[in-house]
């Protein structure tokens, strides 16, 4: 992707209930990765979730899944029965050039998980 | 199995002044990338290196140079400090491939802090 954008900077949600993070991205390749990325205190980046472009399938890992409209450009992450170490920084990322492996990540969406 | 360690943890330097960081990838990886990320921003792709050369780059000044030894450990020099470099470097390493986003690991990172 050339840009990946997310919108919402901050969320705030209570443990246990079920949010939704969006990202869009523009892109002009035909075949390309999504991904989500988790940034916790520890600043380690972990990978969450990621879609492959010409798969029509949601991915999904846990309580982890994305809604993937490819027509819009939009990759939005939903997670179920939240937790509170679900409180982290979360980026939308995509890759820039086919093959380099060189990632283009939104700005970020801090969530935070309320008991 | 070790996974992306990144050296030193934290550092200050001085305006002018000169730093190097270091990585080491997870095991069977010989691809290392360095991203910069500001405080409340998402990373930032500045180089990334591959049989010891450089691949591909982003848009940043030549301070920001790079070497990947034969045992593909990589270390990140900025010559030159500015008070703008103050950021979390993080190295992510992986497998020469395409489109396999799984194979990205990334360390905690370097904080640096320029005064």
């Given at each position: 992707a050339q840009t990946v954008t997310q919108s919402q900077p901050e969320m705030s949600v209570q443990e246990a209930e079920t949010v939704t993070l969006s990202c869009t991205y523009d892109t002009s390749e035909s075949n390309y990765y999504l991904f989500w990325y988790k940034q916790p205190p520890s600043r380690q980046m972990i990978l969450v979730i990621r879609q492959e472009a010409y798969k029509q399938q949601n991915a999904t890992e846990n309580r982890f899944s994305v809604n993937f409209q490819k027509a819009a450009k939009s990759f939005s992450l939903k997670i179920s029965d939240s937790q509170l170490g679900d409180t982290a920084m979360y980026f939308c990322a995509s890759p820039s050039i086919q093959g380099a492996q060189k990632l283009v990540f939104g700005q970020g969406t801090r969530l935070t998980i309320n008991p | 199995d070790a996974g992306v360690t990144q050296?030193?943890?934290?550092?200050?330097?001085?305006?002018?002044?000169?730093?190097?960081?270091?990585?080491?990838?997870?095991?069977?990886?010989?691809?290392?990338?360095?991203?910069?990320?500001?405080?409340?921003?998402?990373?930032?792709?500045?180089?990334?290196?591959?049989?010891?050369?450089?691949?591909?780059?982003?848009?940043?000044?030549?301070?920001?140079?790079?070497?990947?030894?034969?045992?593909?450990?990589?270390?990140?020099?900025?010559?030159?400090?500015?008070?703008?470099?103050?950021?979390?470097?993080l190295c992510a390493s992986s497998y020469r491939d395409t489109f396999s986003g799984n194979t990205i690991y990334f360390g905690e990172g370097s904080w640096l802090t320029v005064v």
């Amino acid at each position: 992707a050339q840009t990946v954008t997310q919108s919402q900077p901050e969320m705030s949600v209570q443990e246990a209930e079920t949010v939704t993070l969006s990202c869009t991205y523009d892109t002009s390749e035909s075949n390309y990765y999504l991904f989500w990325y988790k940034q916790p205190p520890s600043r380690q980046m972990i990978l969450v979730i990621r879609q492959e472009a010409y798969k029509q399938q949601n991915a999904t890992e846990n309580r982890f899944s994305v809604n993937f409209q490819k027509a819009a450009k939009s990759f939005s992450l939903k997670i179920s029965d939240s937790q509170l170490g679900d409180t982290a920084m979360y980026f939308c990322a995509s890759p820039s050039i086919q093959g380099a492996q060189k990632l283009v990540f939104g700005q970020g969406t801090r969530l935070t998980i309320n008991p | 199995d070790a996974g992306v360690t990144q050296s030193p943890t934290h550092l200050i330097k001085t305006r002018g002044q000169q730093v190097t960081l270091r990585c080491s990838p997870k095991s069977g990886h010989d691809t290392v990338s360095w991203y910069q990320q500001a405080l409340g921003q998402g990373p930032q792709f500045i180089f990334q290196y591959y049989e010891e050369e450089e691949r591909q780059r982003g848009n940043f000044p030549d301070r920001f140079s790079g070497h990947q030894f034969p045992n593909y450990s990589s270390e990140l020099n900025v010559n030159a400090l500015l008070l703008g470099d103050s950021a979390l470097y993080l190295c992510a390493s992986s497998y020469r491939d395409t489109f396999s986003g799984n194979t990205i690991y990334f360390g905690e990172g370097s904080w640096l802090t320029v005064v």
